[in-house]
């Protein structure tokens, strides 16, 4: 018989080459499978584990092994306040978009009944952290795949977010004479040449979701310049974007007629989002 904490060491020096946080990617999967916290490993780590707990772990540790992202595995990710159900539809939720969320609530009124879009919403990272900070808001969360809308309809209910709509359009293609206070965005940045696709988890995530043509900017392009259309005065657009992409990025916004351009970065300290008012 083999310990839980046997079960660690042992995993952790499978993935030694495989993973460049071999422990922490252990750790969380033995966790998700035994269901238990981690203050529970350090009291109780000696005792044997189970046969049905063993061999669920290393199944678990044997797709890790071949790069399959520790969110797909455990089918969710933790983003804000929320945990949201991942698969491999849609890009798994990372800190860095945390800088998005949080100064988008800056210029959201708690008490306030403002209009607001998530475009390419995914999960519904975005969408549903500011639909819950922001209750008396409406929340419009907007994606070109099913799949994906499927899954972040899946999160509303189960985090209990009523104050949210979801919408199958390419970007802001089907909002008629809609406006919005503000409007956030997530959308594919990276060129398709980018040697960071080869690796880690971005392997197994949905290139629809990351690429996207002329270098990364077409998509960017594409919202900035529908985005004035569907935007109230002194209404904000909040972008993430590239770290080598803040310039023109902010060239784009300038050109379009909007003022206010404030650059913020990510956790890493690199420059990851743009906000911009629409004025009146």
């Not at 959201?108 to 995914?122: C, P, R, S, V, Y």
């Not at 549903?128 to 899954?151: G, M, T």
């Amino acid at each position: 018989m083999i310990s839980y904490r046997g079960l660690l060491d042992d995993a952790a020096h499978t993935l030694y080459d495989s993973s460049e946080t071999p422990r922490i990617d252990a750790e969380y999967l033995l966790l998700h499978v035994i269901d238990k916290s981690m203050a529970w490993i350090i009291s109780y780590g000696d005792s044997n584990a189970t046969k049905a707990h063993t061999l669920e772990f290393y199944s678990l540790i044997e797709q890790r092994a071949k790069g399959v992202p520790v969110a797909y595995l455990m089918g969710y990710r933790d983003f804000w306040t929320l945990r949201l159900r991942v698969n491999k539809h849609v890009l798994i939720p990372r800190g860095d978009t945390e800088i998005l969320v949080e100064q988008a609530l800056v210029r959201l009124d708690k008490f306030n009944e403002h209009k607001i879009a998530d475009l390419g919403t995914g999960s519904g990272a975005i969408a549903l952290s500011l639909a819950k900070e922001r209750p008396n808001s409406s929340v419009v969360a907007i994606d070109l795949h099913q799949e994906a809308i499927n899954i972040a309809r899946q999160n509303a209910v189960e985090n209990k977010l009523s104050n949210v709509v979801f919408r199958q359009s390419n970007w802001l293609d089907d909002a008629d004479k809609e406006q919005y206070d503000l409007i956030a965005s997530n959308p594919p940045y990276v060129e398709a040449s980018d040697s960071h696709l080869d690796k880690g988890d971005l392997r197994f995530e949905p290139s629809t979701a990351l690429i996207a043509k002329d270098k990364g900017l077409a998509d960017l392009r594409a919202i900035i310049e529908k985005a004035p259309q569907h935007l109230v005065e002194n209404g904000w657009l909040l972008l993430e974007h590239g770290y080598n992409q803040a310039d023109q990025v902010h060239d784009l916004l300038a050109k379009a007629g909007f003022t206010n351009i404030q650059l913020y970065s990510d956790l890493n300290h690199l420059p990851r989002c743009t906000a911009a008012k629409w004025p009146a």
